[in-house]
């Protein structure tokens, strides 16, 4: 059973940075993409990043794009989101999650339940 685990969320001011992690128990990391999504309450879970198992490449929600960069070290079983100039709309809970398809197309990897497994979360809080 795979498990994710979130760290590196917190209180930070608007214009500040942040990175989370996420460590995957469990073999075959380097072969699945991997996702961050984030929510509000009373909102819907969003998609924020992924990035693909194979050719590394990375996809961003429009308003996270140049602010935001995910990452991964499959040696450590772990995927990064490197958050700069956050704003306080960027406040949420923020989840990393396994994507459960072998290849990416169109943009089916914004949807939830195109992942299987997911983490607890980590809160990101940015005041203003």
């Known amino acids: 059973q795979v498990q994710l685990v979130e760290s590196g969320g917190g209180l930070v001011q608007a214009g500040d940075s942040l990175k989370l992690s996420c460590v995957a128990s469990g073999d075959n990391f380097y072969s699945y993409s991997m996702g961050w999504f984030r929510q509000v309450p009373g909102k819907e879970r969003e998609f924020v990043a992924l990035?693909?198992?194979?050719?590394?490449?990375?996809y961003y929600e429009d308003s996270v794009k140049g602010r935001f960069t995910i990452s991964r070290d499959n040696t450590k079983n772990t995927v990064y989101l490197q958050m700069h100039s956050l704003k306080p709309e960027d406040t949420a809970v923020y989840y990393c999650?396994?994507?459960?398809?072998?290849?990416?197309?169109?943009?089916?990897?914004?949807?939830?339940?195109?992942?299987?497994?997911w983490g607890q979360g980590t809160q990101v809080t940015v005041s203003s």
């Open positions: 999650a396994r994507y459960s398809g072998r290849y990416i197309s169109g943009n089916y990897y914004k949807e939830l339940q195109k992942y299987d497994t």
């Open positions: 990035i693909a198992w194979s050719s590394g490449t990375t």
